[in-house]
């Protein structure tokens, strides 16, 4: 008999549902408990937030977007914030609590579903004596040693849907509408959707973009009887100076920075500088939102099915990762190092610059100068 526990952290993501279906069933076909922790780490703090899972519990939620543990992105254990009797903010460490719990509870390892920060709060368990198996949950895809993370697929395939009715509501008015998405500091939601949406512009962080560039994109449709055009911007986009855009800093001013605002300032700057007319929309946490697609509902419920197999097989502080089509296990210090970019040669990036799109810089043949 194992006892198992799950936790969901960070960013909530289409097909978190899926790992926990898988594992919950997964575990009971080998005679295994499941528990989950609510709000990331909450159960071990707080007995009532400490649930067992039956698969009963778990009928039908693979279809369903959120996560049924709900989730957090300011539950750090290693740098929590709490208010002191003189309602002064302080910050404090509350992971040797969290790993006495989890001794105390029994449990025989920890599935951690989240993206970097997540997993790398995970990992600073394990080198604690902590069993954790990390399972990568991010819209951005921006892991670097998984082909692929669930939940990326169905935030394109919202974006793109979104680009698909902003091209008649543009076309009716003859304006330019620039799109902002989600990624940070990488571009692959803007780069799939934005081929995939007919949009004009894609700007990408790994491309600093000159507004002129962008314009001059906007005047050559107009030069061609196109009187209406697609910006499409990932959130961390910069410019060729170096001019990032965010709404401000984290909880408490730490260093963790909230990007946005770079799809209103583009909009401005083309309206300013075409005199056409230009708005903006903030896709937001809608990407975030609604049913996973066929593709994320099966990769969430292989990458929660291998977690458990992980389990069996005493593969601890290690990533499930798809790899060539296989899940595979790499250690999470590895999986976090470095975020995965969008490389700049690759067929994807020559394809939508061979079918016209612009990237907001001088070059046409994929090489940036």
């Not at 600073?124 to 669930?150: C, H, Q, W």
Request: charged share 25%.
């Amino acid at each position: 008999m194992k006892k198992i526990v799950i936790s969901t952290g960070g960013g909530d993501a289409p097909g978190l549902n899926a790992v926990i279906y898988a594992v919950v069933h997964s575990c009971y076909r080998k005679g295994w408990e499941v528990y989950g922790s609510r709000n990331g780490y909450g159960g071990f703090l707080d007995i009532e937030d400490m649930v067992r899972l039956f698969p009963r519990d778990v009928e039908g939620i693979y279809s369903t977007g959120g996560t049924i543990l709900g989730s957090t992105n300011k539950g750090n254990p290693f740098s929590k914030p709490v208010k002191n009797l003189a309602g002064e903010i302080q910050v404090i460490d509350i992971s040797d609590k969290i790993l006495r719990n989890f001794n105390r509870m029994g449990f025989d390892c920890h599935i951690a579903i989240g993206g970097d920060g997540s997993l790398a709060i995970a990992h600073r368990f394990a080198e604690m004596g902590m069993p954790v198996i990390g399972v990568p949950k991010t819209i951005d895809n921006d892991l670097e040693k998984t082909n692929r993370t669930f939940g990326f697929d169905t935030a394109v395939s919202t974006a793109t849907e979104a680009l698909d009715k902003l091209h008649s509501t543009a076309k009716s008015h003859n304006r330019v509408m620039v799109v902002e998405v989600m990624g940070r500091d990488s571009g692959w939601i803007a780069l799939y959707s934005g081929i995939s949406g007919g949009a004009d512009v894609i700007l990408i962080p790994e491309i600093p973009f000159d507004i002129e560039e962008v314009c001059e994109k906007i005047s050559d449709n107009e030069l061609h009887d196109k009187l209406y055009s697609i910006v499409v911007a990932a959130e961390g986009a910069i410019t060729i100076d170096g001019q990032k855009f965010n709404k401000g800093k984290g909880e408490l001013g730490r260093e963790e920075v909230i990007l946005g605002g770079v799809g209103e300032w583009v909009a401005a700057e083309i309206r300013k500088r075409t005199e056409k007319d230009t708005r903006s929309l903030v896709l937001g946490h809608l990407q975030r939102g609604g049913s996973p697609t066929t593709f994320d509902r099966l990769l969430a419920l292989r990458f929660g099915a291998a977690a458990v197999r992980f389990v069996e097989g005493k593969i601890f502080d290690h990533m499930v990762a798809l790899n060539d089509s296989q899940m595979v296990a790499v250690p999470i210090a590895e999986a976090i190092k470095m975020r995965k970019k969008v490389d700049l040669s690759s067929d994807k990036v020559l394809t939508a610059r061979d079918i016209g799109i612009c990237f907001g810089d001088t070059d046409t043949r994929g090489q940036v100068e």
